[in-house]
C-alpha cells in the first residue's frame, strides 16, 4: 500500500462514484476498482458495500476516510517543507565566512554556520551540516575533501613596528605576535608550518577573532597572522604593511568537504559551482 493507493480511495468517497474517480484521477475504472480491493485486502477490512450499481461507504471506510485524509494531508506538509526549506545547513570557517561567503552566498537558501575548522569537520561528521568550507587540512577518513583554491595568510603589523620588512625564522623572538586560537585552520596551518622548522611561537595574544588581531596589530601589540583577504584593505589603507620571513611562504588550499556517501542537494552544487569561478 501506499499514498498512491490513499488518494484513489479518498476521491473515490468523496465523488462516491467510482467512474467519476476514474475520470477525475485520469484512470481506467477497472484500474480503480483494483486499488480498493487490494486495500481491503491488505487491511483485511470492508470499505464500501456495493449494491444495485452504487457503493456505500462502510463504518470501517468512514474511520478509514479520515484517517487517510489525516495522512495525505502530512504528506503534503511535508512535501511543502522540504521544497521551501531555506536553512540547508553548511559550515565555513571564520575567514571564508567573513570575507569570501557574503558576497556570493545566495539569500533563503542556507543557514550558515561561521566555526572553526576543527569544528566544521565535527559537525560534518555528525551530520549537523551538510557541506563545509574550511582553510588548511582534513585528515577525518569519514570526510570527502576537495580543493576549492590556494590563499595564504600574511603577517601584518602596525607600520613601523619592525624595522625591517624580511625577517629571519630565528628574529621572531624580538616580537610579539597575535594569533587565531588553536583549533582554528589558520592557527594549525601556520603552527603546522613552524613545526616543520623545528620552531614554535607562542602568541601574546590568542584570539577567536580576526577583528580583534587586527585591531590589536593597528596599535602596535604585535604582528598579527591572519588571511591575506582580511588584511589587504587595512595594507592599502596604510593602518598595516606586510613582514615576511625569510624563506617561507604560508600558502593553503582552502577546501569543501561533506560526508562520504552522502549525496548532496541542488542547491549545494549550484553553490559550488559559483565558488569555484572565484578567488579571495
Known amino acids: 500500500?501506499?499514498?498512491?493507493?490513499?488518494?484513489?480511495?479518498?476521491?473515490?468517497?468523496?465523488?462516491?462514484?467510482?467512474?467519476?474517480?476514474?475520470?477525475?484521477?485520469?484512470?481506467?475504472?477497472?484500474?480503480?476498482?483494483?486499488?480498493?480491493?487490494?486495500?481491503?485486502?491488505?487491511?483485511?477490512?470492508?470499505?464500501?458495500?456495493?449494491?444495485?450499481?452504487?457503493?456505500?461507504?462502510?463504518?470501517?471506510?468512514?474511520?478509514?476516510?479520515?484517517?487517510?485524509?489525516?495522512?495525505?494531508?502530512?504528506?503534503?506538509?511535508?512535501?511543502?517543507?522540504?521544497?521551501?526549506?531555506?536553512?540547508?545547513?553548511?559550515?565555513?570557517?571564520?575567514?571564508?565566512?567573513?570575507?569570501l561567503l557574503p558576497n556570493i552566498l545566495p539569500k533563503n537558501k542556507f543557514k550558515l554556520f561561521i566555526r572553526t575548522t576543527s569544528d566544521i569537520i565535527e559537525m560534518i561528521e555528525n551530520d549537523i551540516l551538510e557541506f563545509g568550507i574550511i582553510e588548511g587540512y582534513c585528515y577525518n577518513q569519514n570526510i570527502a575533501v576537495n580543493k576549492f583554491f590556494t590563499d595564504k595568510l600574511v603577517l601584518v603589523a602596525k607600520p613601523g613596528y619592525c624595522s625591517k620588512k624580511?625577517?629571519?625564522?630565528?628574529?621572531?623572538?624580538?616580537?610579539?605576535?597575535?594569533?587565531?586560537?588553536?583549533?582554528?585552520?589558520?592557527?594549525?596551518?601556520?603552527?603546522?608550518?613552524?613545526?616543520?622548522?623545528?620552531y614554535e611561537i607562542k602568541p601574546l595574544i590568542d584570539s577567536l577573532s580576526y577583528e580583534a588581531l587586527i585591531n590589536y596589530a593597528k596599535l602596535g601589540f604585535g604582528i598579527a597572522v591572519i588571511p591575506y583577504s582580511l588584511a589587504i584593505q587595512s595594507i592599502n589603507n596604510l593602518e598595516l604593511e606586510e613582514i615576511k620571513i625569510k624563506g617561507i611562504t604560508f600558502e593553503r588550499e582552502?577546501?569543501?568537504?561533506?560526508?562520504?556517501?552522502?549525496?548532496?542537494?541542488?542547491?549545494?552544487?549550484?553553490?559550488?559551482?559559483?565558488?569555484?569561478?572565484v578567488r579571495p
Open 166 to 198: 624580511i625577517i629571519n625564522l630565528e628574529e621572531t623572538n624580538h616580537f610579539n605576535f597575535l594569533l587565531r586560537d588553536k583549533g582554528s585552520g589558520t592557527r594549525d596551518y601556520f603552527d603546522s608550518i613552524l613545526k616543520t622548522k623545528d
Open 1 to 99: 500500500m501506499d499514498i498512491r493507493h490513499l488518494k484513489i480511495f479518498i476521491t473515490v468517497v468523496e465523488e462516491n462514484n467510482i467512474t467519476k474517480a476514474a475520470n477525475k484521477l485520469l484512470m481506467a475504472q477497472p484500474a480503480i476498482s483494483l486499488a480498493i480491493k487490494q486495500m481491503e485486502e491488505y487491511y483485511n477490512v470492508q470499505l464500501f458495500i456495493r449494491f444495485k450499481q452504487r457503493i456505500y461507504l462502510t463504518n470501517t471506510g468512514r474511520i478509514f476516510y479520515q484517517k487517510a485524509l489525516k495522512i495525505i494531508d502530512d504528506f503534503n506538509n511535508l512535501k511543502i517543507n522540504l521544497k521551501t526549506e531555506d536553512n540547508i545547513k553548511i559550515g565555513s570557517s571564520i575567514s571564508i565566512g567573513s570575507s
Open 254 to 277: 582552502i577546501s569543501y568537504i561533506y560526508k562520504k556517501g552522502k549525496i548532496l542537494s541542488q542547491n549545494i552544487n549550484e553553490l559550488i559551482e559559483i565558488l569555484k569561478g
